[in-house]
């Protein structure tokens, strides 16, 4: 097991498959000439496989797939069926921006793929292409339903964005109650060192839950099996579908924190805040380096994992970027 010196234990992992996307969301990647990774500088499926070997006998339970575009990485089917296949213990998921499912989805399905975040800023088909740079709206609103109707199950992360997408509260607001599936507003956070994060556009999850509230009834959902993360989630007993907010500034969750992140070019990140890294990826492809010392760097590292508001407090008085890193290449 993977514990840190507050005591907290690491069952999640968050492993980015690569840093290339097929959008350029100004808030995640907003210097769009961004170098991408040399590919031999990337891990392979090999790589992972290895890895994900090692800690899933360190009680790591769940893996969260992710980017980049995790579906722009060629053969990711044949990735995940050997995943599901190799490790039938491991919750294995994904986070997507969905413009390239439409013809994965019935495999997704059949591979055991059991849900999707789907990230969805706007549900405007023109402001869709001012924030992504992209016409894929109704592709993505298309695959949504599709993912719906073989029984995957669907959680779209829209980033909360005032004076972008704060008119659309009640769109989205009626997407939850028209459809089976959680809508979770994720508050921007001030990522990478060129961020565009700034306080006017600063939406707060309460501000969010006061105005969902005169829209529709919003009713808590206990978190018994702590299956919920970080979000705080609303049935509304008028619809289908869920509301749910995440707020990593207004209300942080470093004391329950239990992840771990691998960048695409194998790094450990053990904080989202912290740029400290240890670079997995000359350990796990040399032959002198065996699966338990692989292990005990990993031990080693976890016992260093740091408060992520601590680090929030002391660099960022006027939230300007918290780490250097894009969003686009540590995965989210
Ligand atoms: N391409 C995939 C996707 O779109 O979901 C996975 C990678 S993306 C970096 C993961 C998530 O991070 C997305 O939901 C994205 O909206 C979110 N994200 C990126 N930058 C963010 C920021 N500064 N604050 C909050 N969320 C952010």
């Known amino acids: 097991m993977i514990k840190d010196n507050y005591g907290r234990a690491v069952s999640y992992l968050r492993l980015s498959i690569t840093d290339r996307c097929n959008l350029n969301c100004f808030y995640c990647r907003p210097c769009?000439?961004?170098?991408?990774?040399?590919?031999?500088?990337?891990?392979?499926?090999?790589?992972?496989?290895?890895?994900?070997e090692v800690v899933s006998r360190m009680d790591v339970q769940k893996v969260r797939l992710t980017g980049g575009e995790p579906f722009v990485r060629r053969d990711i089917l044949y990735f995940l069926n050997r995943l599901k296949n190799s490790f039938p213990e491991l919750d294995i998921r994904l986070t997507t921006n969905a413009t390239l499912i439409?013809?994965?989805?019935?495999?997704?399905?059949?591979?055991?793929?059991?849900?999707?975040?789907?990230?969805?800023?706007?549900?405007?088909?023109?402001?869709?292409?001012?924030?992504?740079?992209?016409?894929?709206?109704?592709?993505?609103?298309?695959?949504?339903?599709?993912?719906?109707?073989?029984?995957i199950r669907v959680k779209i992360n829209v980033v909360a964005l005032k004076g972008v997408n704060d008119?659309?509260?009640?769109?989205?607001?009626?997407?939850?109650?028209?459809?089976?599936?959680?809508?979770?507003?994720?508050?921007?956070?001030?990522?990478?060192?060129?961020?565009l994060w700034q306080k006017e556009h600063f939406w707060s999850s309460d501000e969010i839950l006061q105005?969902?509230?005169?829209?529709?009834?919003?009713?808590?959902?206990?978190?018994?099996?702590?299956?919920?993360?970080?979000a705080r989630i609303y049935s509304l007993p008028q619809g289908q579908?869920?509301?749910?907010?995440?707020?990593?500034?207004?209300?942080?969750?470093?004391?329950?924190?239990?992840?771990?992140?691998?960048?695409?070019?194998g790094r450990l990140r053990t904080c989202l805040f912290s740029d400290k890294d240890y670079r997995l990826l000359p350990l796990i492809r040399s032959p002198r380096i065996n699966n338990d010392q692989l292990k005990k760097v990993l031990e080693r590292a976890g016992l260093k994992k740091p408060m992520g508001h601590e680090i929030m407090g002391r660099n960022n008085k006027d939230r300007k970027s918290i780490c250097e890193r894009v969003m686009s290449s540590i995965g989210g």
Not at 40 to 51: H, Q
Not at 252 to 264: E, K, S, V, Y
């Open 32 to 52: 769009r000439n961004t170098r991408f990774i040399p590919h031999n500088e990337i891990l392979t499926y090999e790589d992972m496989f290895y890895l994900l």
């Open 102 to 151: 439409a013809g994965k989805i019935r495999a997704l399905k059949d591979i055991g793929i059991k849900g999707l975040n789907i990230s969805l800023d706007t549900l405007d088909r023109e402001k869709y292409q001012r924030i992504t740079g992209r016409d894929f709206l109704n592709n993505v609103l298309t695959s949504i339903d599709r993912c719906l109707e073989v029984g």
């Open 167 to 195: 008119h659309e509260l009640e769109d989205f607001v009626n997407m939850a109650l028209s459809r089976p599936l959680d809508v979770r507003f994720i508050e921007f956070m001030p990522i990478g060192q060129k961020t």
């Open 211 to 230: 105005s969902a509230q005169k829209i529709t009834e919003l009713k808590p959902v206990a978190d018994k099996d702590m299956n919920h993360g970080p």
């Open 241 to 265: 579908g869920r509301i749910g907010v995440i707020s990593p500034l207004s209300n942080h969750f470093c004391l329950t924190c239990n992840r771990f992140r691998i960048t695409a070019d």
